[in-house]
């Protein structure tokens, strides 16, 4: 089973039929669904269109990006769990992550046991707004006891540096047993292909734990799912598990089972004492 933790839904028809069609031609079972952008519409018709796309899809999993700047944010966040949303979307394009509105935010979707998907690293958004987005800005969401989050795009092209930061948050979570705060690192591409193999392998290799910890995604559009890129990606990232020699286990849990505990919290019983090399 391969769900895809990372597709944005784009302006235009609603058809997840042909969606699911085009996901099954490429070997894909589901997704999370990201909604439209702040810029796209209304709260109520980006999560009308949200829903349209997801419900009664039990395999497309509504994700809300909400503007943490936008006045009412905090109550967007109780109003579109309300309505069924499953998680979270944030993009640091103007402001820190350890901004006081992103931080409320923030705090409402842990209380709500509500995850949050960050785009991290270089942004493609034709303007300068990047610096933002470095991994180690998100160190702040250290003071969210119970906040589940995953930086995409293993934060390309600081992925060294968000390495580091996971190694920090698995040292802080030894250090404070009853914070529930959980890292996740979404693969989404980001990297280009000539580094994929450098970046997985230094991840599997830091003697972190990082296997329930890695996440599936394709970047893809809903409204015209590129099966092409995403089967390429699959094939990829396959040889390159086959080449670190990961078990089966691990491979499912990258490509469906650490999503699956990403939104539902059913992480939180590890032990973070042996998670992390003890001499460091
Ligand atoms: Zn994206």
Same mark, same amino acid.
């Given at each position: 089973m391969i769900y895809d933790g990372h597709i944005h839904i784009r302006p235009g028809k609603v058809n997840p039929v042909e969606l699911k069609e085009q996901m099954t031609q490429c070997g894909i079972d589901g997704g999370v669904l990201i909604s439209l952008s702040p810029?796209?519409?209304?709260?109520?018709?980006?999560? *009308?269109?949200?829903?349209?796309?997801? *419900?009664?899809?039990? *395999?497309? !999993?509504?994700?809300?990006? !909400?503007?943490?700047?936008?006045?009412?944010?905090?109550?967007?966040?109780?109003? &579109?769990? *309300?309505?069924?949303? &499953?998680?979270?979307? @944030? @993009?640091?394009?103007?402001?820190?992550?350890?901004?006081?509105?992103?931080?409320?935010?923030?705090?409402? &979707? &842990?209380?709500?046991?509500?995850? @949050?998907?960050?785009?991290?690293? @270089?942004?493609?958004d034709g303007k300068p707004s990047s610096e933002y987005c470095r991994p180690v800005h998100f160190e702040s969401m250290m003071t969210i006891n119970n906040l589940r989050f995953s930086l995409a795009h293993i934060g390309w092209p600081w992925c060294d540096e968000m390495i580091a930061v996971y190694g920090k948050f698995l040292n802080f979570k030894s250090r404070n047993p009853r914070s529930k705060i959980e890292m996740y690192i979404d693969t989404t591409p980001g990297t280009p292909a000539n580094y994929r193999e450098e970046v997985l392998r230094k991840l599997f290799l830091t003697g972190y734990d990082v296997e329930n910890s890695l996440i599936f995604g394709s970047d893809c559009d809903a409204n015209d799912y590129n099966i092409e890129w995403t089967a390429k990606w699959v094939e990829r990232d396959k040889m390159i598990y086959t080449t670190l020699d990961l078990s089966e286990k691990v491979v499912s849990g990258i490509y469906k089972n650490n999503l699956e505990a990403f939104i539902s919290g059913s992480n939180q019983t590890r032990d973070y004492k042996d998670l992390i090399p003890a001499s460091f």
């Open positions: 810029e796209n519409g209304t709260f109520d018709s980006r999560v *009308e269109n949200l829903l349209e796309w997801t *419900e009664g899809n039990d *395999e497309l !999993i509504p994700f809300f990006w !909400i503007n943490p700047l936008e006045t009412g944010a905090i109550g967007q966040v109780r109003r &579109a769990i *309300e309505k069924g949303v &499953a998680g979270f979307k @944030i @993009i640091c394009d103007r402001f820190f992550p350890g901004d006081p509105k992103c931080m409320s935010v923030c705090k409402i &979707a &842990a209380d709500s046991d509500k995850p @949050i998907l960050f785009h991290s690293g @270089i942004l493609w």
